[in-house]
């Protein structure tokens, strides 16, 4: 397992984990960086529509470790040949989580989890590591919900880590290394709770 102090100090200068076979962990620091702007974060009028129906109910923190398996699943079956979500990143989320820095956002309907996202809060950011659904546009309200909550609690920085076509849709757009520490430097400032 990746001790919590570690995991904090990698994320505070720019660099997170991911598991590219069982049990071996590398770090990444992209070039350019993802990010959504919480100030220009938009959303498709037929998410919204969604989001007025009331389809999903939002909870914080309910299912993490139900999360994070969901989301190494969704990743097994996207890619066809593993995840990055390993045991030991599982048991490292598990130890953050614990220790209060890793959250989830979920999407439930009927009682059942269906969809949602995970990260790490530090200061004023917040770091997206993985969203998945099993229910259509679930891990869609689950990000509009993360995003309410981080404008609420002042966050300042969602790093998307990449930019994906899916994110894209939400405003997500790539910033130099450079920027982005600076702008991560910034976030670490701003003291933020994210429960």
Known sequence: MLPVDLLVSAYASGWFPMAVGEGDIRWFSPDPRGLIPLDTFHYPRRLARVIRAGAFQIHINKGFEEVIRACALAE??????????????????????????????????????????????????????SMFHHVTD????????????????????????????????FGAMDVPRARYLTLLTDALAVDCDFD
């Open 76 to 129: 097994r079956e996207r890619e066809d040949a593993g995840t990055w979500i390993d045991h030991e990143i599982f048991e490292s989320y598990c130890a953050l989580h614990e220790a209060g820095y890793a959250h989830s956002v979920e999407a439930w309907q009927d009682g059942k989890l269906a969809g949602g996202l995970y990260g790490v809060a530090l200061g004023g950011a917040f770091f997206g590591e």
């Open 138 to 169: 679930a891990s869609k309200v689950a990000l509009v919900a993360l995003v309410e909550r981080l404008r609420e609690r002042a966050f300042v920085l969602l790093d998307t880590q990449w930019t994906t076509g899916h994110l894209a849709q």
